[in-house]
């Protein structure tokens, strides 16, 4: 695929810490709410079926579909050895690098580090969801990515270069997340992915950023009130996460469905082909309020802390986007976000606390 000749940025990113007002609004009146989401989806299905590379100008853009990895076929190949310490006797797996005391100032990062090697290429490349709101998706009328994740990376770029409109964005589905790293494709996966001890083995996450948990949705005509109730019916989640896991230890043995892409297990479920959808409570939420006929139930089956994945190999980098969360956290950038992109949750959640390791 040939490198896009323009820099992709969403118009989302956040000019203000503490103003959510300063972002695009989703939606002005639930008049149009509807409408809106169904453009979007014909949008990103359409992108994703498109062929060949486009910019962010074109009519269907080559960022809304997943990232084709250009590296080795597996993790091992990149010779990257996996870290010490790590799998089941991993530690904390919330745990991440220090921040620097001092962090190096905006345009001006360290020479001789993988952040330089970020600011003379011009542009950090972030993978994102593209389908998954409020945490990252295609806007209809912009093309642009948007969402709580996408203003994360947007924030990051800014920390390096001091400006923004050094982001490039790229889609990437929950079973690329991991792999886009590990073959170089891109510096950092801001796509609500939960750091565990597994996926420590190949990566580096930063301190968690958002607190999840999983839970299930059915049609409102469903006698299910939760998993249990499911057992030897389809239930559809993503590929490539930790719903996944749930699903076959569940006791009632659920028929596990997979998709690529988390809004194809909405379309399943409305035509009927599967009784249910797992992943997390708050893209569940997104999904019933596109579709009045859905509602969650039951309780959280699982707690799902996601965090930033980095690449191996380049600690200063994992540092660098904690001292970037850390502020995020400090300036209330953070609950201006979730204020805008998840105005809903009742109580407004509180920030995760952050856990630091020297490292070794």
């Not at 002005?28 to 014909?42: D, E, G, N, Y």
């Not at 084709?68 to 006797?89: F, N, Q």
């Not at 079973?175 to 801001?190: F, K, N, Q, S, Y």
Request: hydrophobic residues 40%; aromatic residues 4%; neutral net charge.
């Amino acid at each position: 695929m040939p490198k896009p000749t323009t820099l992709t940025t969403s118009p989302t990113s956040m000019t203000s810490p503490t103003s959510p007002t300063s972002t695009t609004s989703t939606t002005s009146t639930t008049s149009t709410r509807l409408p809106r989401v169904i453009a979007l989806a014909v949008a990103v299905l359409l992108a994703l079926a498109g062929a060949g590379c486009a910019t962010v100008d074109a009519p269907l853009p080559a960022q809304a579909r997943p990232l084709v990895t250009t590296g080795a076929s597996s993790p091992s190949a990149t010779g990257v050895p996996p870290p010490s310490g790590t799998g089941a006797g991993c530690g904390d797996p919330q745990a991440s690098l220090r921040p620097p005391a001092v962090p190096p100032t905006p345009g001006a990062m360290p020479a001789g580090t993988f952040l330089a090697t970020i600011q003379q290429r011009g542009y950090l490349r972030a993978a994102v969801l593209a389908d998954v709101p409020p945490f990252g998706s295609i806007n209809a009328f912009t093309g642009q990515f948007e969402g709580f994740d996408v203003d994360l990376a947007n924030r990051i770029g800014r920390a390096i270069f001091g400006t923004d409109g050094h982001v490039r964005f790229r889609a990437t589905t929950y079973a690329e997340r991991i792999p886009v790293l590990t073959h170089g494709d891109v510096d950092i996966v801001v796509a609500t992915m939960t750091t565990n001890c597994e996926r420590r083995r190949q990566i580096d996450f930063s301190t968690v950023y958002w607190y999840e948990t999983q839970r299930v949705l059915v049609p409102l005509g469903s006698p299910a009130r939760s998993l249990d109730d499911l057992g030897g019916q389809p239930v559809c989640t993503a590929a490539g996460t930790t719903t996944v896991d749930t699903l076959r230890r569940t006791s009632s043995h659920p028929v596990v469905r997979t998709v690529p892409n988390i809004a194809d297990c909405l379309v399943l479920l409305q035509s009927g082909q599967v009784a249910g959808i797992t992943t997390t409570s708050a893209v569940l939420a997104g999904m019933a309020a596109q579709d009045p006929r859905v509602h969650l139930v039951g309780p959280g089956l699982s707690n799902e802390p996601d965090a930033i994945g980095v690449a191996r190999g380049h600690p200063e980098l994992t540092r660098f986007v904690n001292g970037v969360l850390a502020d995020v956290v400090r300036d209330g950038t953070w609950a201006a976000l979730v204020q805008h992109w998840l105005p809903a949750l009742r109580p407004p959640p509180t920030a995760p606390v952050p856990r630091y390791t020297d490292g070794g």
